[in-house]
Every structure is written in structure tokens, then in C-alpha cells.
């Protein structure tokens, strides 16, 4: 594969995953219902995910090094992706919540 058709495919996936990301976002503003403590964290999850891939549509090929394109870029990167990864950790706690606290609900919440 051609470094052009490279550059070309990496560009149509972020694009795809912001649009799916915004997607989630819509979902949440459109839809009050789902306004719950689970899809909130996963509204937030989603935003990060959409700016980070920001960041890769609105320079898609490399800029050059210290340009203000490129710390711009960096800084994105550098912002968003470890978000979206504190994110997960804390769908993942919310997760581990709901099931202990369920666990202890039903009596079985002793373990030794």
C-alpha cells in the first residue's frame, strides 16, 4: 500500500469513528431518558473519543515538527487519549459498583 493510500484510509477511519462518537453525543442531548449515570459516562467516553480523532482529521498528514500544527496536534493527542483511557477506567468502577453493591443486596456480599 502507497503511503498516499495509507494516509487516505487512516483519514476515512477517524472520520468514521468522530461521526460515531457524535453519534453518542447526539443520542445523549436528543434523548433525555437516557440521561442516566451509565450513559453520561459513556456520553463523556465518546467526546473524548470524537476530539482525540479531531485532532488526526484536521491534520491528516504529518506536520511538520515544532510547527504551531503540530503542537496543536500533540496537544490533542496528548489531552484526549488518556481521557477517553480515565474514562474506561471509570465505566469500568461504575461497573464493578453495580454488581458489588447488587452482590451485598442479595446477601451474598460477605466474601472471605
Known amino acids: 500500500m502507497s503511503p498516499e493510500t495509507a494516509t487516505h484510509v487512516i483519514f476515512a477511519e477517524h472520520i468514521f469513528a468522530m461521526e460515531c462518537s457524535l453519534f453518542i453525543c447526539f443520542s445523549y442531548f ?61 465505566i469500568s468502577l461504575q461497573i464493578y459498583a453495580t454488581v458489588r453493591i447488587a452482590d451485598i443486596e442479595e446477601g451474598d456480599g460477605v466474601r472471605e
Request: aromatic share 14%; with cysteine.
Open 30 to 90: 436528543r434523548f433525555t431518558e437516557l440521561r442516566t449515570v451509565g450513559f453520561t459516562l459513556v456520553f463523556f467516553l465518546s467526546l473524548c473519543d470524537a476530539l482525540g480523532n479531531l485532532s488526526y482529521v484536521v491534520f491528516p498528514s504529518e506536520p511538520e515538527e515544532g510547527t504551531a500544527k503540530c503542537v496543536t496536534q500533540a496537544l490533542m493527542v496528548s489531552l484526549f487519549t488518556p481521557a477517553s483511557i480515565l474514562w474506561s477506567l471509570a
